[in-house]
């Protein structure tokens, strides 16, 4: 299923577009032209000559110019009238925002709308959703204001969420956080386009190199692990199943209406198709995080670089606990950095360059460790309170970082000072992770997504 | 061990303050006058005649006026003589920060400071530690800059660190997220003071409401949990253990040298004795958020109150997964909240006041949930991003909040928006999570912790 006019269509039609700046159409009608989408935008409401000075037509027929994608946001009663009007106007790419369909109990009128939709060959998303976006084109039609849903950068996660509540939070926060994003779909209803179709558009997407997917129900459980198996093959699919206990199940049940399976269930069919599995929103965010910027690792040996001991502990701790390995250097490494580190620093696995660590002692140990092939990946500890390390420590690594040699992470845990360094580093690509235990089960997915890949 | 004067004594006698900006002492004394400190501050160095404008003596034996407490941050190889210039000055509270003994094979020194110590009947915490502080008096004497590390402000969490670097990177963290402290304590070797000391001070300080513990080794077993059995009937102790996996004692031992042992066996003791175990600092974090603002729930039943079914199923799903148990509301309250709430609410367990929710809805759930004797504790999620809400939501939830009728917890993922509802909430004593799995994590050791100490 081609969805490109959902993300990067030449014109959209916005039919129920009220005067009221609360509305949802309105919402989505000024969000879509304030955010800089250079298409046209048409807006459709027969009550009124203009809104925010933009000529309103009473139909979406009586537009002259061509229309490749519209929004629907009457109310429900109106919209199969409106469809039918799409088809009039060839329109066949069709997001579909109103409410009260099979959520609230009319399935009939949901059957309707499918068979309308499949009638007139067309594709749709929703109803009851809360809208997409294409953060590179600015096609924005998710209704919740910018003041109270921040938009993010363009990036290479796209996010797909059953639930529009789950997904605007998360794209809200994770924005928020500096995390960039190529596409964001809420899909609502799923009547025609189900999560499947949408993973198998994003496996084609160019801008997408991680996907993100939040479910509730599954509308077919086969088509859905085929496709996800296909597309994991080529881009990593982190999922979060919610309704995974009895108490979950029980609320998914009155919430859309989508029966939730058992998480064993679910979750043994995910790890077949090589899903990564994420037990939290936070957990999904920071795996989305290491897989955009990391490339594969060669194996599992991570090194842990630190000016604070108790975190080299923590962090290889939980190396032991998720799985991966501590890497043991090899003596030529070893040697050089006895010679060239203060002699209370302790060279071994954590190397701990200590409270007096400076901006060079990083750029030596990184050097040393990044040409030693019995290390595979970097985990570097920046406790940025120490009083004699300075911010072009970013600089010392993110110019190694682009090399590309291995891949590095950063744990820092701070205030002010060490959110400055954070933002720089993710700004150039470093993966930056504000406990040890995060970063290391972010780092255990990326390695075992490529080991089952390979 | 009362220790009252690390942490208010009226003057204090900081030796070894360098004129080197970036040394420890000259940090320690600026930061202290710089920070509001009331008491009087006296300096020695014996090449100085004076520093920011303050005479220095060249030993703290020269200064005539009463000295309460000293802090000793010359190099190691001075930190013998100076302890018996403290001696002969008559002071009994000694801080040395010094690093240099046992942690870099020094055992002999640290073996002598020790017997020192113990001729002279002082109290001493150190060396190689940060420091303490003390966030009401100000008496703060933690070598890092404040432009490196935040200080906190007053509140009801005391810390105690055996790393310096966790502890100070926990603090900066946990002060930019708004958390609040009584006291921090850097405790370095533990040469005479150790963890039971602290703990047990800490169990009498009425400034401290929840202690939160990082520990590495434990210098004497049974003494450290009889302890922490008697301190926890009063008050929440949560401790994280460093060095829990094989690979983690491997790098404890290196580290300060102390023998870290099995997660087993430090996990099952510390239960016995009624300790909340954190796997990860951000858990500890959390733990202390619900323990510092919550008074005692009267049982596990939870209400979920949502805007967004996603996250009341994901809320529903973590209430079962850490064995608390989902609320069934009485008939009267679902009678009265079907009347006043809107048609396509769900009135259930989730509560899903759904995506138009306002203030308003949001004050008619809460008030019928507080007066329901089937719920003992509100979760109540808030999405901010819906166009609806208003920010007056924090004036509803923190009224009721106010009157303790049951523990309530909001539950908020978002941008800026979110965040400027979140700070105000935090401000006002409401504990905020941003994910539901962390928010029920922290809810079920308080549910536990107050069930064992009945």
Request: charge should be positive; glycine fraction near 8%; charged fraction near 25%.
């Amino acid at each position: 299923m081609n969805l490109d006019k959902f993300f990067k269509a030449k014109s959209v039609g916005i039919i129920g577009v009220s005067k009221d700046p609360q509305k949802i159409g309105h919402v989505i009608f000024k969000t879509l032209v304030d955010g800089g989408y250079k298409g046209k935008v048409f807006i459709v409401n027969p009550n009124a000559k203009d809104i925010l000075g933009k000529t309103c037509y009473p139909s979406i027929t009586n537009i002259k110019e061509k229309i490749e994608f519209a929004v629907v946001a009457v109310p429900f009663r109106l919209v199969l009238k409106v469809i039918d009007d799409c088809a009039r106007k060839k329109i066949k790419d069709i997001l579909i925002v109103s409410a009260g369909f099979k959520e609230i109990g009319n399935k009939k009128l949901e059957a309707q709308l499918k068979e309308k939709i499949e009638k007139h060959k067309m594709r749709m998303i929703g109803p009851n959703c809360l809208g997409v976006l294409d953060a590179r084109t600015k096609q924005d039609t998710v209704f919740l204001p910018r003041n109270r849903m921040m938009r993010p950068k363009p990036g290479g996660i796209s996010f797909i969420s059953q639930s529009g509540a789950v997904g605007s939070a998360i794209l809200d926060y994770s924005t928020k956080q500096g995390q960039k994003f190529a596409k964001f779909i809420s899909y609502g209803n799923a009547t025609t386009t189900d999560e499947s179709d949408l993973l198998e558009y994003l496996g084609k997407d160019k801008d997408t190199n991680v996907i993100c997917l939040y479910l509730e129900g599954i509308k077919d459980g086969k088509k859905f692990l085929e496709t996800a198996k296909k597309v994991a093959k080529k881009k990593p699919i982190i999922v979060i199943k919610g309704g995974v206990t009895k108490a979950g199940a029980k609320a998914s049940l009155s919430h859309t209406g989508s029966l939730a399976g058992k998480a064993e269930v679910y979750h043994g069919a995910f790890r077949q198709a090589n899903l990564i599995i994420a037990n939290s929103v936070e957990e999904m965010f920071n795996y989305a995080r290491i897989f955009e910027n990391c490339f594969p690792p060669k194996g599992d040996r991570v090194q842990i670089i630190t000016d604070g001991g108790g975190y080299g502990i923590m962090t290889a701790d939980s190396i032991q606990k998720h799985g991966l390995a501590m890497a043991e250097m090899s003596r030529r490494t070893k040697s050089n950095l006895v010679k060239k580190l203060p002699k209370n620093a302790i060279v071994g696995n954590p190397i701990d360059v200590i409270g007096d660590a400076t901006t060079e002692r990083y750029s030596i140990v990184l050097n040393e460790c990044l040409l030693d092939k019995n290390i595979d990946i970097l985990a570097v500890i920046l406790l940025a309170q120490v009083p004699r390390l300075t911010p072009d420590v970013v600089d010392v690594i993110t110019e190694l970082n682009d090399k590309k040699k291995k891949p590095i992470i950063v744990i820092m845990t701070g205030g002010d000072f060490s959110d400055l360094i954070k933002r720089s580093l993710e700004e150039k690509g470093v993966p930056c992770f504000t406990f040890p235990d995060n970063a290391i089960k972010s780092l255990a997915q990326l390695v075992k997504y490529h080991k089952v890949k390979k």
